[in-house]
Nanobody
């Protein structure tokens, strides 16, 4: 069982930056693929980015060049650095951990608005 707790969401102006953090419990964190989904009202959940157990990142086309996913296997943390934010990035962002099963955090709201 893995428990995930996100933090770092909030309100930011277009063009601004935010860093989301996800703290994970469990003693095999390094074996998990970790990542982020998001869901805006009235839309399907979208995979934003993930990072493999080997440290290889992958991104949705919509965030390439603007978002960076990273992990700290000592602290059991995964991060999503978001820059050049756009109003269309507004969503609830969910951290997940995947090995044989998938575990989810509770979500954190990101609102990009002037």
């Amino acid at each position: 069982q893995v428990q995930l707790v996100e933090s770092g969401g909030g309100l930011v102006q277009p063009g601004g930056s935010l860093r989301l953090s996800c703290a994970a419990s469990g003693n095999i964190f390094s074996a998990y693929t970790m990542g982020w989904y998001r869901q805006a009202p009235g839309t399907q959940c979208e995979l934003v980015a993930y990072i493999t157990s080997g440290g290889r990142p992958n991104y949705a086309d919509s965030v390439k060049g603007r978002f960076t996913v990273s992990r700290d296997n000592v602290k059991n943390m995964v991060y999503l650095q978001m820059s050049s934010l756009k109003p269309e990035d507004t969503a609830v962002y969910y951290c997940y951990a995947r090995y044989y099963n998938t575990f989810w955090g509770q979500g954190t709201q990101v609102t990009v608005s002037s």
